[in-house]
C-alpha cells in the first residue's frame, strides 16, 4: 500500500516531535489515515465520524483508546463502533475486531460503504464532464476499444487524500473493498472452544484470552516497532465490542455485588501499555447503563483516555419533546486525553445532540441559552455531517 | 556529567530547604490534575534532588516530552542517576506477558498477577532506589506517585495503599529526610468508596494539600480551573 501524505496539515509544523513507538534514529514516513496534530505532534486518527473527530480536537491519538458507553438499545453506538472500523478499511488499515455476540465477519460484512470522492465531484462537474464525454468518446475508440465495454472501475477511496471520510450507512461495503485489508478476528465462543481454561492475573477468562490474542498479533505484525526493516508502516484499529458485558464471562452487568470487580479495570490498564507502546487505536463499547456499580464506571473511565456517552431519546420522554424532535439523542463527551501537553485543546462546549436523517448522521453543536418558559435550553446547531440510518 | 544548573528562584530554593521530610497530596476533581505531577517532577529535578517516580499511567515519552518544554530531560536525568523511573505500563505487560521466570519476584507490579495486594515489592523498589549511595551529591530524596487510584483499579485493598504510604513515609521522609508527593483524583459525587477512603485518609496525614478544582460551571477553554492550597505549614515566619 502506498503511504500517502494525507490531505490537510503540512508536515512542516512539528510532525517529527512525535517520538513515542518509533526509535529515535529512524523517522516517521506520512502513514495513511494519519496527521499530526499542529500543536503537540501527536499523530491523529479519524474516528470514521468527521464531526466527531472535530469534538475530539483533530482526532484520536495514535495508542490511545476511544471507550464508547452504549445508549440503552446500543444502536448509536454500534454505529459508531461500524464508522471506526469502516474508517480503517478506507484508509488501508489493519484491523482487529473482538467481540462476543457477533462474529466478526458478519460485523465487517454490515459496515456502511464509505462515499467516494467522485459521488461528490461528479454533482459539481457535470457541466464539465458533458463537455469532455465527446472528446473522451472519440479517444477511447482509439486507445482502448477493447477496453470499453468493460464496467468502469471505481476509484479507490484510499486514493483521496483526505482526513475523515462519509458513509452511506444504507449501504455495506463492497467485498473487493473488505478483501483488501487485513483483518483478524476474535470471537469469544470459538476462542472458548478452541484452547483449555486459563487463568491468569485473576482476570476473566475472556478478557485473558483477548489480551493475549491482541499481544500476539501486536508483535507478530510488528505494529510495536519489532520489525524496523519493515518499509511500510500501518495502523491496527481494534474494536471491541460491548466489553463487560455478560457474554464476556464478567457479572459486572448483572449484580451490583459482582465477584470480580478488577478483571474490566486490569484489563484496561494491560491494554493501555499495549495501545502506547505500538502503532494502534482501540474504541470499545461498554454497557456503562448496565453496570450497577458506579465505582467501577469511575475507574474504567480514569483508565482509558476518551470517554464519550450516548444517550438515545428512544422510549424516553424526550422522543416527543418538539425541541428534540429532528434529534435522535444526545453525545456526552466526558473525557478527552491530554497527552504530551498540559492542556488540551477541546471546543468550548460540550453540549452536542446527534440526528440520523436519510442519508446523514449529524453530530451537532449546541449553543444553548435558557428558554424561560419551559425550564429547557433551546439548541440551535451549526454543522452539519449527514447520514442515514437504515432499518 | 554536572547537575543541572539550578534555574529555582529565591523563594523556591528557599521552600527547598524548609520543606524536607514532608507529605505532599496532589488532588484533582473534575479536571487533569496532572500539570502539578509535571511540574514537581522538573521542580525537584531542576533544584538537584534525586527522584523516585512511580509513573503509573502514562508513557515514559510522555512525561519526557512536557518535561522538556518545562526545561528538563527526563532521558538525561536518568543517565546520570539523578531520576529512578518506574514506568507502570511497562512493567505490568512485562508482568502479564512475561515468562514466569524472568519475571521473578523484584517486578514491582508483580502484585497484578499474584491474588495481589501486596505493594512490598514496590516499597523495596522505591528505598533502594532513594538509598543514597557513596558517590551521589545529591540533595533530599524525593518520591513522586501518578497516580495513586489507579493502584485501587488494579486490586489493591484501601489499607494496602495506605501501609504502603506510611513505609515509604517511614524510609523516605524519616530516615532519608526526603519528601513524598503523591496524585490522588477524587470527586464530590464520587461513589467510589475505597479510593475516598484512601484520599480522605492521605488528607489527614499530608502536610500540605494541592487541590486542583475544575470549574463548577462546567468546561471553559480559557480557564481550566482553581487550585487551592490547604493545610501549608507555615513558611512566612522563615522568609525574608
Known amino acids: ?391 | 556529567l554536572s547537575n543541572p544548573p539550578s534555574s529555582l528562584s529565591f523563594l523556591e530554593g528557599s521552600l527547598l530547604i524548609v520543606f524536607q521530610g514532608k507529605l505532599t497530596l496532589l488532588r484533582d476533581t473534575k479536571t487533569d490534575g496532572s500539570f502539578l505531577v509535571h511540574h514537581f517532577l522538573s521542580f525537584y529535578l531542576k533544584a538537584g534532588c534525586k527522584v523516585c517516580f512511580v509513573a503509573l499511567l502514562q508513557s515514559f515519552s510522555h512525561y519526557n516530552i512536557i518535561a522538556q518544554k518545562l526545561g528538563v530531560s527526563l532521558t538525561a536525568a536518568k543517565e546520570r542517576g539523578q531520576l529512578v523511573f518506574l514506568e507502570g505500563l511497562k512493567s505490568c505487560f512485562d508482568v502479564f506477558f512475561g515468562e514466569e521466570q524472568h519475571v521473578g519476584q523484584t517486578n514491582p507490579l508483580q502484585f497484578v498477577s499474584k491474588d495481589g495486594s501486596n505493594l512490598k515489592t514496590m516499597y523495596e523498589f522505591v528505598r533502594t532506589s532513594l538509598m543514597a549511595s557513596g558517590s551521589d551529591s545529591w540533595k533530599c530524596p524525593v518520591l513522586l506517585v501518578d497516580d495513586l487510584s489507579v493502584l485501587l483499579s488494579l486490586g489493591v485493598r484501601p489499607v494496602d495503599v495506605l501501609d504502603f504510604i506510611h513505609y515509604c513515609r517511614v524510609a523516605v521522609c524519616s530516615q532519608l529526610k526526603g519528601n513524598i508527593v503523591v496524585l490522588v483524583h477524587s470527586n464530590d459525587d464520587s461513589e467510589d468508596e475505597e479510593n475516598e477512603l484512601v484520599v480522605n485518609s492521605l488528607c489527614h496525614q499530608s502536610n500540605l494539600i494541592l487541590w486542583a478544582e475544575g470549574l463548577a460551571t462546567g468546561f471553559c477553554k480559557d480557564v481550566h480551573g482553581q487550585v487551592k492550597l490547604a493545610k501549608a505549614f507555615s513558611l512566612l515566619p522563615m522568609l525574608p
Open chain 1, 1 to 391: 500500500m502506498a503511504a500517502l501524505a494525507t490531505g490537510g496539515a503540512t508536515p512542516s509544523d512539528g510532525a517529527t516531535s512525535f517520538q513515542r513507538k518509533v526509535p529515535a534514529s529512524s523517522r516517521l514516513a506520512a502513514i495513511a489515515g494519519t496527521r499530526p496534530s499542529v500543536r503537540h505532534g501527536q499523530l491523529l486518527l479519524s474516528s470514521g465520524l468527521p464531526s466527531l473527530d472535530c469534538v475530539l480536537g483533530g482526532g484520536l491519538a495514535v495508542g490511545t483508546l476511544l471507550l464508547i458507553e452504549e445508549d440503552k438499545y446500543g444502536i448509536y453506538s454500534n454505529l459508531l463502533f461500524k464508522y471506526f472500523l469502516a474508517e480503517g478499511i478506507v484508509c488501508g488499515h489493519n484491523l482487529f475486531v473482538a467481540s462476543a455476540k457477533e462474529d466478526p465477519a458478519d460485523i465487517l460484512k454490515e459496515l456502511p460503504a464509505p462515499l467516494f470522492d467522485d459521488v461528490h465531484k461528479n454533482q459539481v462537474d457535470e457541466k464539465e464532464t458533458a463537455i469532455k464525454s465527446k472528446q473522451e468518446s472519440q479517444e477511447s475508440m482509439k486507445i482502448a476499444w477493447r477496453y470499453q465495454n468493460l464496467p468502469k472501475m471505481e476509484v479507490s477511496p484510499a486514493a483521496s487524500a483526505r482526513f475523515g471520510h462519509y458513509y452511506d450507512v444504507s449501504k455495506t461495503v463492497s467485498p473487493e473493498l473488505l478483501k483488501s485489508i487485513k483483518w483478524h478476528r476474535f470471537f469469544l465462543p470459538e476462542e472458548m472452544s478452541l484452547h483449555p481454561e486459563i487463568k491468569t492475573c485473576n482476570m476473566t477468562c475472556g478478557y485473558t484470552r483477548l489480551l493475549q490474542s491482541i499481544q500476539r498479533i501486536i508483535y507478530q505484525e510488528g505494529f510495536d516497532g519489532s520489525y524496523p526493516q519493515k518499509k511500510q508502516k500501518n495502523i491496527l484499529r481494534i474494536g471491541i465490542q460491548s466489553l463487560g458485558s455478560v457474554l464476556w464471562g464478567d457479572d459486572i452487568c448483572c449484580t451490583d455485588n459482582p465477584e470480580d470487580i478488577f478483571s474490566l479495570t486490569k484489563f484496561l490498564y494491560v491494554l493501555r501499555g499495549l495501545l502506547r507502546m505500538s502503532l494502534s487505536a482501540c474504541i470499545i463499547t461498554v454497557p456503562a447503563h448496565l453496570i450497577q456499580n458506579k465505582a467501577i464506571m469511575e475507574r474504567v473511565t480514569n483508565l482509558s483516555d476518551t470517554v464519550v456517552g450516548l444517550e438515545s431519546f428512544i422510549g424516553s420522554e424526550r422522543e416527543t419533546n418538539p425541541l428534540y424532535k429532528d434529534y435522535q439523542g444526545l453525545i456526552h463527551v466526558h473525557q478527552i486525553p491530554r497527552l504530551n501537553s498540559l492542556i488540551c485543546d477541546v471546543s468550548g462546549t460540550k453540549d452536542l445532540a446527534f440526528r440520523l436523517k436519510r442519508k446523514q448522521f449529524t453530530i451537532e453543536f449546541a449553543d444553548h441559552q435558557p428558554c424561560a418558559s419551559q425550564k429547557e435550553h433551546i439548541l440551535t446547531f451549526k454543522h452539519r455531517l449527514s447520514f442515514r440510518a437504515s432499518s
